[in-house]
């Protein structure tokens, strides 16, 4: 089952890309960057999807991916940014 949900996205995502590390096949690209990544070098760090205002309080929300695929390189911001206004 694991297995699968690799295989397709391998397909999906990945295609012909290598490990930025180690150069060998990637399993995945990193949701930061970009840089693909093998099983032995993934790892994993909250991802921002979306922030979105609560139906009943009107305050600003976000849903986070807590387990997001990361190449281990780059270095995305572990504290959530202040986002401009958006109105
Ligand atoms: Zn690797
Ligand atoms: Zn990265």
């Given at each position: 089952m694991w297995a699968l949900?690799?295989?397709v996205r391998r397909r999906g995502e990945s295609d012909g890309l290598d490990c930025w590390t180690c150069?060998?096949?990637?399993?995945?690209?990193?949701?930061?960057?970009?840089?693909?990544?093998?099983?032995?070098?993934?790892?994993?760090?909250?991802?921002?999807i979306d922030v979105f205002r609560g139906n009943k309080h009107q305050t600003l929300r976000a849903l986070v991916v807590?387990?997001?695929?990361?190449c281990g390189v780059c270095r995305p911001r572990g504290e959530p940014v202040d986002l401009p206004a958006l109105e």
């Open positions: 949900a690799w295989e150069e060998r096949t990637a399993l995945g690209a990193c949701r930061f960057c970009g840089r693909g990544t093998c099983r032995e070098h993934a790892k994993t760090h909250p991802f921002l807590e387990d997001a695929l990361h």
